[in-house]
């Protein structure tokens, strides 16, 4: 398993950027997908992107398509979120995730239960 740390949450407005980055040791950041989620108060967990070992491919839910884009550096061991436009809808505690599977990068990674290892999370809120 390999050990990972979110940073770059924070308190913005409505129609700003955020950048979150999550920073794995430990282990090797290459051969793991990685994922970001988001909890809301009272809310289940919510898949937001994923993205394959190499970088080359990558899947965001619905609700953040063309708003969030996933990223990762290798030689960094570290992935990204790049959260544009945001909305008051998108506040919620969000937490990137590393699995070591080696399914085929499919939609099998939007799920939770293939990740292996968590970050502790980070807050995102955004005021309207």
């Known amino acids: 398993q390999v050990h990972l740390v979110e940073s770059g949450g924070g308190l913005v407005q409505a129609g700003d950027s955020l950048r979150l980055s999550c920073s794995a040791s430990?282990?090797?950041?290459?051969?793991?997908?990685m994922g970001w989620f988001r909890q809301a108060p009272g809310k289940e967990r919510e898949f937001v992107a994923a993205?394959?070992?190499?970088?080359?491919?990558?899947y965001h839910a619905t609700s953040v398509k063309g708003r969030f884009t996933i990223s990762r550096d290798n030689a960094k061991n570290t992935v990204y979120l790049l959260m544009n436009s945001l909305k008051p809808e998108d506040t919620a505690a969000y937490y990137c995730?590393?699995?070591?599977?080696?399914?085929?990068?499919?939609?099998?990674?939007?799920?939770?239960?293939?990740?292996?290892?968590w970050g502790q999370g980070t807050q995102v809120t955004v005021s309207s």
């Open positions: 995730a590393a699995s070591s599977h080696t399914y085929a990068f499919t939609t099998v990674y939007t799920g939770p239960s293939v990740y292996d290892s």
């Open positions: 430990g282990g090797t950041f290459s051969t793991h997908t």
């Open positions: 993205i394959s070992k190499g970088g080359g491919r990558t």
